[in-house]
């Protein structure tokens, strides 16, 4: 396929309000997309429309807030949508939630809220959005999944279970959409600095000690700055990659996962405390 062209078209993008999401949509303005945002935070992504609108006076852009756990109500948000915006090129499905918690630590019910929000959402959103895609032949589907979409630790049951099902869905449908000119990528962020850890939620059988240190050692993992990993997830689409890892973070459990598809783990737990003794030796 030929590189996407971002500019003549309207790009939606999911979890537009913080983070990847934020940052993605100024890159996709910078470059002459309009813009239509998605967050259930009113604030800050009037925020973000709002400097949007200054920085880029020639862009249209819109936000619509929206709780994308309310599956059910994606069909009322997306008519919307359309109704204001009818040609809809890329799809960005950045919006997703945090969950730690060993699987007899996490009720159904918390299980559900991740799955429906990282994966039944962006299906939803595809299945809504692909027949406008289909329509302008060289639009592009975006799904961003996780380092946790790659590898699946332990605590990680949940958030694991919905990333590697959007990844799954995610390859399916660019080896189907690609014979009919629609692109699609998925994504595989590492650590990035996000408010992802801060949002995130704990199972409700985790004991408080152990929430809490849960929670200090992801946010202690998120360094990798958010606007590069913008602009790298915004080259990708470009150049139609099928994926696109983002940090080290990302790059080297994939391999490891690669050498050693049933040992990976222990291979990182070895490596691990090797890795903090030359941090504190350096």
């Not at 003549?8 to 002459?32: C, D, P, Q």
């Not at 109704?83 to 969950?99: C, E, F, K, Q, Y």
């Amino acid at each position: 396929m030929d590189n996407y062209r971002f500019s003549g078209g309207t790009a939606v993008v999911t979890g537009a309000a913080s983070g990847i999401g934020e940052h993605l949509a100024h890159g996709l303005a910078a470059r002459g997309s309009d813009l239509v945002l998605v967050d259930r935070d009113a604030d800050r992504l009037k925020s973000v429309v709002e400097a949007i609108g200054r920085r880029r006076p020639g862009v249209a852009v819109a936000g619509v807030v929206a709780d994308l756990s309310d599956v059910s109500g994606l069909a009322d948000v997306v008519s919307g949508i359309l109704a204001d915006h009818p040609r809809i090129t890329l799809l960005v499905n950045n919006a997703g939630v945090a969950l730690g918690g060993e699987f007899d630590q996490v009720s159904a019910e918390e299980f559900d809220w991740v799955m429906d929000v990282n994966f039944r959402a962006p299906v939803a959103l595809t299945r809504l959005f692909l027949p406008r895609l289909l329509a302008s032949p060289g639009s592009h589907v975006v799904n961003v999944s996780s380092l946790f979409g790659l590898i699946a630790p332990p605590g990680q049951a949940a958030y694991s279970s919905s990333k590697f099902a959007l990844r799954g869905f995610s390859e399916a449908l660019r080896h189907e959409l690609a014979p009919r000119g629609v692109g699609v990528t998925t994504v595989h962020p590492g650590g990035i600095r996000t408010r992802i850890a801060e949002s995130a939620r704990v199972g409700s059988g985790v004991p408080a000690d152990q929430a809490a240190q849960g929670k200090d050692g992801f946010a202690k993992l998120l360094s990798y700055p958010a606007d590069k990993a913008a602009e790298q997830i915004l080259a990708g689409v470009e150049k139609r990659k099928g994926r696109v890892l983002i940090a080290f973070s990302a790059v080297a459990p994939d391999v490891l996962a690669r050498l050693f598809p049933t040992r990976y783990m222990a291979v990182l737990n070895f490596l691990r405390p090797a890795a903090a003794r030359n941090a504190s030796s350096g």
